[in-house]
C-alpha cells in the first residue's frame, strides 16, 4: 500500500507521536508532506520513504499588529487570531516538481491524524487534487477542545464540515479506542470507526519476579503535560509517607527534556527522582526492568475532556514488557477502563486505593506479575500486531 502523510510534524521526529507513526505505518511505502519542523530519524528501515516540507504560505494577511490588540478584548482577539491562523492555512503551496512527485507515488489513501488548520486544509486541497479518500485517525478528542467553539464558532463549524465531507467520501476513520468508537459512530453518521492504537514492533513478553532483597522499582514515563505534572508530585509525595510492605523501593520518574528543564527544581524527594529522556532503545530496556509500570492522567475536568477517549502511547509499550501497570487518573478515562477491562493493570482513583494497589501488587508480586504477563500476551496480539494493523488498513483502500 502507498500512504501519503500530511501533518504538521514529520514522523522523523524522535518523539512519542514520531515513533508512534513510524510503528503504525510500518512495511508500507510512504511520502509525507509535513509544515513544521522535523528532526530527522536516521535509523530508517522502510521500504520506501520520502519527505519533504511544504513551502511556506502567501503572506496574503499578517498577525495583528501589537498596537492594535489593546482596542479589541480578549475574547474578540482570540477570534481574529483564529481567522488569520485559518486563513494562512489555506494559501499553502506546492510546487509542480513536488506535486509530481506525488502523482509518480501513486498513493491509495492520505493519511492524517488531523488536529491542526494545516493538516486538515491541505489533506482536503491534496485529495481534490489527486482523487483519494483522506482517512482520519483521532488520537485525542481534539475536535471537542482543540478547535474551541468559544474562540471562533465559524470557524469550528468549516473545519468541521470539511472533516465530516472527506470521512463521508471516504466512509472510514480511525479511532483509538472503543471508546471512542462509540461516541462518534453516534456523533458522525454513515461512517465505519476502526480502532487502532501504538502498534508495537515486537512481543518479549518475560516474567522475571520480585527477587529477594531486591530495590523495588517503580516507573514512570512520559510527559507532565495535560495536567500530569500535579498527579505527579502528589504520588511523589505520598511515597515518601509511605515504607510499603518494609521493601525498599525508588520511584523513577522520565519525561522529556523541556519537561525535565522547567520541573526538576520541584523534585526533592528521597524515593522519587526524575531523569531527562532517554532514547527509545534504552528505554525499552528500562521499562522491561521495572516491576511496575506507572501512569498518570489530571483529575481537572478540562483535561479529562482531551484525554477521555485517548489510549496513552506509553500504555501500549508498558503492555509489551507484561508488567503489572498501575494508572492514577479518573475513572472515566479511557486509559484507566483499558487496563482494567483487559486486566493488565489496576486503576487508583484517589491516594488511599493507590496505596492498597501497591501494597497489593508488592506482597503478591509472582502471583499478579504472571497474571498480567498472560493477559498483556494476549492483548498484544490481539490489538497491537501488525496481523492486526494490517487487517484494518486493507478495509481503507476504496
Given at each position: 500500500m502507498?500512504?501519503l502523510?500530511?501533518?504538521?510534524?514529520?514522523?522523523q521526529?524522535n518523539?512519542?507521536?514520531?515513533?508512534?507513526?513510524?510503528?503504525l505505518?510500518?512495511?508500507?511505502?510512504?511520502?509525507?508532506?509535513?509544515?513544521?519542523?522535523s528532526?530527522?530519524?536516521q535509523?530508517?528501515?522502510?521500504?520506501?520513504?520520502?519527505?519533504?516540507?511544504?513551502?511556506?504560505?502567501?503572506?496574503?494577511?499578517?498577525?495583528?499588529?501589537?498596537?492594535?490588540?489593546?482596542?479589541?478584548?480578549?475574547?474578540?482577539?482570540?477570534?481574529?487570531?483564529?481567522?488569520?491562523?485559518?486563513?494562512?492555512?489555506?494559501?499553502?503551496?506546492?510546487?509542480?516538481?513536488?506535486?509530481?512527485?506525488?502523482?509518480?507515488?501513486?498513493?491509495?489513501?492520505i493519511?492524517?491524524?488531523?488536529?491542526s488548520?494545516?493538516?486538515?486544509?491541505?489533506?482536503?486541497?491534496?485529495?481534490?487534487?489527486?482523487?483519494?479518500?483522506?482517512?482520519?485517525?483521532?488520537?485525542?478528542?481534539?475536535?471537542?477542545?482543540?478547535?474551541?467553539?468559544v474562540?471562533?464558532?465559524?470557524?469550528?463549524?468549516?473545519?468541521?464540515?470539511?472533516?465530516?465531507?472527506?470521512m463521508?467520501?471516504?466512509?472510514?476513520?480511525?479511532v483509538?479506542?472503543?471508546?471512542m468508537?462509540?461516541e462518534?459512530?453516534?456523533?458522525?453518521?454513515?461512517i465505519?470507526?476502526?480502532?487502532?492504537?501504538?502498534?508495537?514492533?515486537?512481543?518479549?513478553?518475560?516474567?522475571?519476579?520480585?527477587?529477594?532483597?531486591?530495590?523495588?522499582?517503580?516507573?514512570?514515563?512520559?510527559?507532565?503535560?495535560?495536567?500530569?505534572?500535579?498527579?505527579?508530585?502528589e504520588?511523589?509525595?505520598?511515597?515518601?509517607?509511605?515504607?510499603?510492605?518494609?521493601?525498599?523501593?525508588?520511584?523513577?520518574?522520565?519525561?522529556?527534556?523541556?519537561?525535565?528543564?522547567?520541573?526538576?527544581?520541584?523534585?526533592?524527594?528521597?524515593?522519587?527522582?526524575?531523569?531527562?529522556?532517554?532514547?527509545?532503545?534504552?528505554?525499552?530496556?528500562?521499562?522491561?526492568?521495572?516491576?511496575?509500570?506507572?501512569?498518570?492522567?489530571?483529575?481537572?475536568?478540562?483535561?479529562?475532556?482531551?484525554?477521555?477517549?485517548?489510549?496513552?502511547?506509553?500504555?501500549?509499550?508498558?503492555?509489551?514488557?507484561?508488567?503489572?501497570?498501575?494508572?492514577?487518573?479518573?475513572?472515566?478515562?479511557?486509559?484507566?477502563?483499558?487496563?482494567?477491562?483487559?486486566?493488565?493493570?489496576?486503576?487508583?482513583?484517589?491516594?488511599?486505593?493507590?496505596?492498597?494497589?501497591?501494597?497489593?501488587?508488592?506482597?503478591?508480586?509472582?502471583?499478579?506479575?504472571?497474571?498480567i504477563?498472560?493477559?498483556?500476551?494476549?492483548?498484544?496480539?490481539?490489538?497491537?500486531?501488525?496481523e492486526?494493523?494490517?487487517?484494518i488498513?486493507?478495509k481503507?483502500?476504496?
Amino acid at each position: 500500500m502507498n500512504i501519503l502523510i500530511v501533518n504538521n510534524y514529520s514522523l522523523q521526529e524522535n518523539t512519542p507521536l514520531g515513533i508512534t507513526l513510524r510503528n503504525l505505518l510500518f512495511h508500507y511505502n510512504l511520502m509525507e508532506v509535513y509544515n513544521l519542523r522535523s528532526v530527522k530519524y536516521q535509523d530508517q528501515q522502510l521500504p520506501y520513504f520520502e519527505s519533504f516540507q511544504i513551502s511556506k504560505n502567501k503572506k496574503i494577511i499578517n498577525d495583528m499588529p501589537f498596537e492594535l490588540r489593546s482596542k479589541f478584548n480578549k475574547v474578540r482577539y482570540a477570534k481574529i487570531k483564529e481567522y488569520v491562523k485559518y486563513t494562512k492555512s489555506l494559501f499553502h503551496v506546492l510546487s509542480k516538481k513536488n506535486i509530481q512527485r506525488i502523482k509518480e507515488f501513486n498513493p491509495d489513501i492520505i493519511y492524517t491524524i488531523g488536529e491542526s488548520y494545516f493538516a486538515i486544509n491541505f489533506s482536503s486541497y491534496l485529495s481534490k487534487l489527486l482523487d483519494i479518500n483522506v482517512i482520519y485517525h483521532f488520537m485525542d478528542n481534539w475536535i471537542d477542545t482543540s478547535f474551541n467553539i468559544v474562540k471562533n464558532r465559524l470557524i469550528n463549524r468549516l473545519i468541521l464540515g470539511k472533516i465530516y465531507n472527506q470521512m463521508t467520501k471516504s466512509r472510514n476513520a480511525l479511532v483509538i479506542s472503543d471508546l471512542m468508537k462509540k461516541e462518534y459512530e453516534n456523533r458522525f453518521k454513515n461512517i465505519e470507526f476502526h480502532v487502532i492504537g501504538n502498534i508495537l514492533t515486537n512481543n518479549n513478553l518475560t516474567n522475571l519476579g520480585l527477587k529477594d532483597g531486591k530495590e523495588f522499582q517503580l516507573l514512570y514515563m512520559g510527559g507532565l503535560h495535560i495536567g500530569r505534572i500535579e498527579t505527579i508530585m502528589e504520588m511523589c509525595k505520598l511515597l515518601d509517607s509511605q515504607r510499603l510492605m518494609n521493601v525498599p523501593f525508588m520511584f523513577n520518574i522520565y519525561v522529556p527534556k523541556g519537561h525535565y528543564n522547567k520541573y526538576q527544581h520541584l523534585f526533592n524527594f528521597k524515593n522519587s527522582r526524575i531523569f531527562n529522556e532517554v532514547d527509545n532503545t534504552k528505554a525499552q530496556v528500562l521499562i522491561r526492568k521495572a516491576d511496575i509500570l506507572i501512569h498518570v492522567e489530571s483529575f481537572k475536568q478540562e483535561n479529562i475532556e482531551y484525554t477521555k477517549y485517548s489510549l496513552s502511547t506509553k500504555i501500549t509499550e508498558y503492555i509489551s514488557a507484561g508488567r503489572p501497570i498501575i494508572i492514577y487518573g479518573p475513572s472515566e478515562i479511557n486509559s484507566a477502563q483499558y487496563i482494567v477491562n483487559n486486566q493488565i493493570g489496576f486503576n487508583a482513583t484517589t491516594i488511599d486505593s493507590l496505596i492498597v494497589y501497591l501494597q497489593n501488587i508488592i506482597q503478591n508480586y509472582d502471583e499478579i506479575a504472571q497474571k498480567i504477563n498472560a493477559n498483556s500476551s494476549l492483548l498484544f496480539n490481539k490489538r497491537h500486531s501488525y496481523e492486526y494493523r494490517n487487517s484494518i488498513f486493507n478495509k481503507l483502500k476504496g
